[in-house]
């Protein structure tokens, strides 16, 4: 890949260089799937608990026409307080830069420049999916065509709770991704705790879990791994009442004609004013506990 496009930090450059674990976040959360000022919070929080537990943190984002890779709180200030910063998956991503926009890079274009990279772990809350009502609208998540080409590691609470969950998960496993479980059985229902859709295997230790990754690396596969976390037990939220938030907010997304790129974060906000915040509690929750465990796998995968 073309690196004069990129603006490195020299900590991260080193980073590579030196086969330093480091785990790659999104920012399209930052401007899309998170209100001001918890979007900050998270953001930050994540940085700081992928340092806590011995990896490198690499958030990546559009700044000014240039693809950055790890922000500094500036950067971090301005996506978030910014309204029209534009969602940048892999359809968009060179229009960005030949705009001198600022952009906000979904698990698509993440995972696409971080691989490219060189990096090996990628942290989120819940990736896109196959959407409710896909007969007629054909909406699935370029997040899925991208995780079937790039080998990353992408710990996530599985696809977000909108979606749906069902043909979601057969989707992943036509494409190849391999559904994995850390001490779960079932894949998680990102705001609720888990579906009824059973893992490819439960991992309960992160030994057993590296392995599992250097024989995946050996053997070139070129899917990705997601590396299924479940929201803590005690955070979850009941899974009839998200998908009673769920069908309210779909009946006016389509009143209001809301569609493409702009269902998902318009959901997102809808559902978070029913619940009175609760998913966002849920939300901010998971996505830190997402990253907690992708520098732990991270870093004992420098190490083995
Ligand atoms: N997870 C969240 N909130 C979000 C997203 C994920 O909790 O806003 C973002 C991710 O960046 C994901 C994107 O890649 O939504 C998927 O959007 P779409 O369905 O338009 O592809
Ligand atoms: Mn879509």
């Known amino acids: 890949m073309d690196k004069s496009y990129f603006d490195i930090s020299e900590e991260i450059q080193l980073a590579i260089e030196n086969q330093k674990p480091i785990v790659a976040l999104e920012s399209a959360l930052i401007s899309h799937g998170l209100p001001y000022p918890e979007n900050i919070y998270v953001a930050q929080s994540s940085i700081n608990t992928i340092r806590e537990n011995g990896s490198i943190p690499a958030t990546i984002a559009i700044i000014n026409g240039r693809i950055k890779v790890g922000l500094s709180n500036d950067d971090i200030k301005t996506l978030s307080e910014n309204s029209n910063v534009e969602k940048i ?132 596969l070129d899917g990705s791994v997601l590396l299924f976390n479940a929201i803590p037990k005690d955070k979850a939220i009941d899974k009839k009442l998200v998908q009673e938030w769920i069908n309210i907010s779909i009946k006016k997304a389509k009143k209001n004609l809301i569609e493409g790129k702009e269902l998902t974060p318009y959901l997102i906000r809808e559902i978070n004013n029913l619940s009175k915040n609760k998913t966002l509690e849920a939300n901010k929750e998971l996505i830190i506990c997402n990253a907690t465990l992708a520098a732990k796998v991270a870093a004992n995968y420098k190490k083995i």
């Open 89 to 220: 998956s892999k359809h968009n991503l060179a229009n960005s830069l030949n705009n001198n926009n600022h952009g906000t890079t979904t698990v698509a274009s993440t995972i696409y420049l971080a691989a490219n990279l060189g990096i090996k772990f990628f942290s989120t809350g819940g990736i896109g999916g196959v959407h409710l009502n896909v007969e007629n609208t054909f909406d699935i998540s370029s997040d899925l065509r991208e995780l079937s080409k790039t080998p990353i590691c992408v710990v996530c609470s599985g696809a977000k709770s909108i979606l749906d969950l069902d043909k979601t998960f057969e989707r992943l496993e036509t494409l190849g991704i391999s559904r994995i479980g850390f001490q779960t059985d079932y894949m998680p229902g990102f705001w609720y705790y888990q579906t009824n859709k059973k893992v490819d295997h439960n991992y309960t230790t992160i030994n057993e879990l590296t392995n599992y990754l250097k024989i995946r690396e050996n053997l070139k």
